[in-house]
Structure formats: C-alpha cells, structure tokens
C-alpha cells in the first residue's frame, strides 16, 4: 500500500508538471482528487486492510492529497491562469526590486575629496597629458640634465623625446604658459615610474598637484593652506609640520607630515614611534621655474604642492597593500 500511494505521487507530480493548460489540470484533478478519483479509491480500500495499518495508510493517503492540490495551484499559477492570478495577489506594499548601484573607486573618490578642498579655498582642477616631454617633465621645472630621475631605471622612455609623466608637476608648466598670473590650480592625474610593485610601490599611481602664482605669496600661505586641507581630509584635530627638504623646482622646499591619525602623536605601529607621518612635498616656487614660462620672478611668487593619492588613500581607510587598488576585486572596492 505504501509503494503504491509513493508511485501514485511519482505520477501525479509528473502528470502536474507536464501540464500545459489549465483544462489539462482539471482533468488531473478530477483523475485524482475526484469522488471517483484515485485518492478517493485507496481511502475507500482501506476498510479492506488489517485495523492497525488503517490510521497511518489514511493519514498518509490523505497528506498526499493536500500535496497533489497544492501542486495543482502551483502549476496553474505559473500557467497565468486567472484562478492562479486570483491566488496569487500582488502586495503593492513591498518594496520594490532595485538594479545595482555603482560606484566610485576609492581612489576616484580621495581625488575628488581633494579637489573638493582646494575648490573652496579658490583653486580650480586642471588636467595635463600622461605623455609628456623632457622639456615639460624635467628642464622646465629645473631638474638638471645629471639628476638621477631622468635616469631610465626612474622614468619610462617612450622614444628620445617621450616618456610617460613621472610627476605631475609637469602641469605647472603648461599652465602658466598659457595663463598669467594671478594662478590658483589643483591637477589630478596619473603618473608612471619603474619600480619593482610591491606593498607600497606600483609603477603607476596617482598624484595631485597644486600651484598658487600671486604677487603676495607667501610661505605662511603654504602652511596656512596645507594645515588647512589635512585638517579638512584627515579631520580636525590633525596637526601639521614643514620639515626642510629639497626639490629642484621650489626654493625653499619642504616635506610636509601630519600627526599620526592613529596615535594622535603619541606614537604607534602606524607612525613607526614618530608621531609624524609624511604625506606630501610642497616648496615655494623657484625663479628658475617662473623664467622658463616667462612669468617675472621679481613680481609673482607662488608656492606648489604635490601628493600622492595612494598614500592618502592608504592612510585615511588603513589599507595596508597599495595593490589592492588595482586588482579590481570587488570584495575590497565595495568596502567604500
Ligand atoms: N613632484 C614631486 C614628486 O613627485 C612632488 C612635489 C614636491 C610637487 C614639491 C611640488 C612640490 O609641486 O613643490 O615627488
């Protein structure tokens, strides 16, 4: 009795299934739901079987039932029938399906933090191109033909006269060939240097470069301004510092280093027990520089700036691996 009521859902289920129109599971309704029908049979049969198997064949014959009905609405359901539409009312209460949102990628959006800074201090984005010359790269912002970085191990040799911008201070120099001063310019972009890729080197990064030309400046602004964008990033309570340093294209030049945002300057692992980390390289613009865009060194003054965005990046979302910006695994890009 058990085998037949099992092969008799085996049927049924399968019959259901193969059902294309409502009228076909009507018929198998009636086939096996019926007063005549194939359920209605075995329950009649079980008079025939001994007293102690009766209750557990009717209980099972009649779950079969239930089950049978069920899966007659099911399929007439996703057959569109009326009835099924009928069973199956749309709730206009819950809330809807939404397509997936993008993103930005993290580092998209530290640049445009950044940029979002300077632009309320008055500094407008501008952008330079990735393929650059020697002239843009190197002489015009006073690196000397000796210097190291125009080596081939620091930069990337396109041909004799191209190569892929190590830096973009190049910018500097293609805007205040076609402006005039007074100049206040932020400039995002990408920048390229052999080194070998590890956890905090890539051959390719990003950097924002920032450049003030006034009559009045001063190197007062420069702290004034840089204090002012770490504490706006970084948050309030972020303290600044000028270290002397040297760079070819600015006169006096400094490192600039804010309070460790993990230990607030007391020192920690983050830090490596200095209290200080360096962000960025910054210096009042060189004469030299202003000469070879023809801006007069004895009336304009201005002071540069120039971070990396990784390293920003990095500090601000503790991201250990600078890697992992360009992997593309969306595990770690939906993190932002
Ligand atoms: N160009 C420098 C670098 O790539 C960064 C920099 C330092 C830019 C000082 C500046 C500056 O404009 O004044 O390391």
């Not at 096996?32 to 005549?36: A, E, Y």
């Not at 690196?143 to 125009?150: A, D, E, G, L, Y």
């Not at 309070?259 to 230990?263: N, Q, T």
């Not at 991201?319 to 890697?323: A, E, L, Y």
């Given at each position: 009795m058990k085998e037949s009521l099992e092969a008799l859902e085996r049927s049924a289920f399968s019959a259901i299934e193969e059902a294309t129109t409502p009228k076909d599971l009507e018929g198998l309704r009636i086939k096996?739901?019926?007063?005549?029908g194939t359920i209605a049979s075995i329950l009649k049969e079980i008079a025939t079987l001994p007293p102690e198997e009766r209750p557990l064949v009717g209980q099972k014959a009649n779950i079969l039932k239930e089950r049978i009905k069920s899966q007659i609405d099911e399929r007439l359901k996703s057959l569109g029938s009326p009835l099924g539409a009928k069973a199956h009312r749309e709730d206009t209460t819950l809330p809807g399906t939404c397509g997936a949102t993008g993103r930005l990628h993290p580092l998209t959006q530290v640049i445009q933090e950044v940029c979002d800074v300077f632009l309320s201090l008055g500094f407008r984005v501008v952008e330079g191109p990735e393929i650059e010359t020697e002239y843009y790269n190197f002489d015009a912002l006073n690196?000397?033909?000796?210097?190291?970085?125009?080596?081939t191990f620091d930069t990337f040799y396109l041909?004799?006269?191209h190569l892929l911008r190590s830096q973009t201070s190049t910018v500097q120099i293609r805007v205040m060939e076609k402006e005039k001063p007074p100049l206040r310019i932020v400039a995002p972009g990408r920048v390229f240097r052999p080194d070998a890729v590890d956890a905090s080197h890539s051959f390719m990064f990003h950097q924002v470069e920032g450049l003030c030309v006034d009559c009045d400046v001063r190197f007062s602004d420069l702290k004034g301004t840089l204090s002012l964008f770490s504490k706006q990033f970084f948050g309030p309570k972020t303290r600044t510092r000028f270290r002397p340093h040297f760079f070819p294209?600015?006169?006096?030049s400094a490192e600039v280093d804010i309070?460790?945002?993990?230990?607030d300057g007391k020192g920690c692992r983050l830090c490596k027990q200095k209290g200080w980390i360096e962000v960025l390289g910054a210096g009042m613009v060189h004469p030299n520089v202003f000469r070879a865009v023809k801006v007069d060194p004895s009336r304009y003054r201005g002071f540069a700036f120039g971070m990396g965005v990784e390293r920003l990046a990095m500090l601000k979302y503790g991201?250990?691996?600078?890697?992992l910006f360009f992997e593309n695994d969306l595990r770690f890009l939906r993190q932002f």
């Open positions: 096996f739901l019926g007063r005549q690196i000397p033909k000796s210097h190291p970085s125009r080596d041909d004799t006269t294209f600015t006169e006096p309070s460790c945002i993990l230990c991201v250990d691996d600078i890697r």
